[in-house]
């Protein structure tokens, strides 16, 4: 059974930083490429950072550049998110994003998503 399980969301001072984690389990991890996104209230869900599978190629959003770092961990099947002075407008649900394709067959999982607030 596929499950992703993100953690380390929470409550942050403006300027603060934050390290989400993925744990990813019931599928080949290393063969999919892994992103982060987010959606605030309101708002649509929003590509935050990708990663591919063995970690050779990283992409930022522009909104998150030079504040935001992606990484995993294939030996355990994690995904991490390290995000540095948080701003409010960074508030959001995060999810975390598995993706494959092989042989033209699309395979994607989402996690349940963990909550991140930036409030004094």
């Known amino acids: 059974q596929v499950h992703l399980a993100e953690s380390g969301g929470g409550l942050v001072q403006p300027g603060g930083s934050l390290r989400l984690s993925c744990a990813a389990s019931?599928?080949?991890?290393?063969?999919?490429?892994m992103s982060w996104f987010r959606q605030a209230p309101g708002k649509e869900r929003e590509l935050v950072a990708t990663?591919?599978?063995?970690?050779?190629?990283?992409i930022h959003a522009d909104s998150v550049k030079g504040r935001a770092t992606i990484s995993r961990d294939n030996a355990k099947s994690t995904v991490s998110l390290q995000m540095y002075s948080l701003k409010p407008e960074d508030t959001a649900m995060y999810y975390c994003y598995a993706r494959t394709t092989h042989f033209s067959l699309t395979r994607e999982y989402w996690g349940q998503g963990t909550q991140v607030t930036v409030s004094s």
């Open positions: 019931g599928f080949p991890f290393s063969s999919y490429t």
């Open positions: 990663i591919t599978s063995f970690g050779s190629t990283t």
